[in-house]
T-cell receptor
């Protein structure tokens, strides 16, 4: 079963507007972490933002904010004031404890296109 | 942020040969390292989790004899693709963590493997 679901294969946004990338997750572990990463065409993974399962406040990092709705098991990424350089692949990820320790698994990703 | 160096960044090898990829944490001790494989336009698929000084934990469907992982020290993990075949061609990327409380997973730059 899918543990991390990103239902938007591709998204378009106009430059300077905000965009929300969806992510839902499934876990029975009460302690987990949620991450968002950006992957440009070069392939490197760029860390954007982190939300811990016990964090009361939604995480924010500059133009990135995470809309964490624990009861709904969703962790959507909001990018404000989109820039052309934001065009990339975006992955939602979850860290949870497994039989071999902890591990981080990724969703299928959303490709974001920012239009001038 | 912490630095993880992965080497080589790209490699071309002949079918039947073995290829070793190194993942080093440069400024921290990584108790756990993760190896991922990424096909074009797809997500990162976790292959295995390695803990320093112990055997790697492989994900279901990953051939442990094909993908040998060694985590000999707190700063180095290696992935060896043995008897490589064209279907092993992919982007391999490592990630390192200090502990499960890390609020960021640190990634190497990735290795693009082409088997001809």
């Amino acid at each position: 079963a899918q543990k991390i679901t990103q239902t938007q294969p591709g998204m378009f946004v106009q430059e300077k507007e905000a965009v929300t990338l969806d992510c839902t997750y499934d876990t029975s572990d009460p302690s987990y972490g949620l991450f968002w990463y950006k992957q440009p065409s070069s392939g490197e993974m760029i860390f954007l933002i982190y939300q811990g399962s016990y964090d009361q406040q939604n995480a924010t990092e500059g133009r990135y904010s995470l809309n964490f709705q624990k009861a709904r098991k969703s962790a959507n990424l909001v990018i404000s004031a989109s820039q052309l350089g934001d065009s990339a692949m975006y992955f939602c990820a979850m860290r949870e404890v497994g039989t071999g320790g902890f591990k981080t698994i990724f969703g299928a990703g959303t490709r974001l296109f920012v239009k001038a | 942020g912490a630095v993880v160096s992965q080497h080589p960044s790209w490699v071309i090898c002949k079918s039947g040969t073995s290829v070793k990829i190194e993942c080093r944490s440069l400024d921290f001790q990584a108790t756990t390292m993760f190896w991922y494989r990424q096909f074009p336009k797809q997500s990162l698929m976790l292959m295995a989790t390695s803990n320093e000084g112990s055997k790697a934990t492989y994900e279901q469907g990953v051939e442990k004899d094909k993908f040998l992982i060694n985590h000999a020290s707190l700063t180095l993990s290696t992935l060896t693709v043995t008897s490589a075949h064209p279907e092993d061609s992919s982007f391999y990327i490592c990630s390192a963590s200090r502990d499960r409380g890390d609020t960021e997973a640190f990634f190497g730059q990735g290795t693009r493997l082409t088997v001809v």
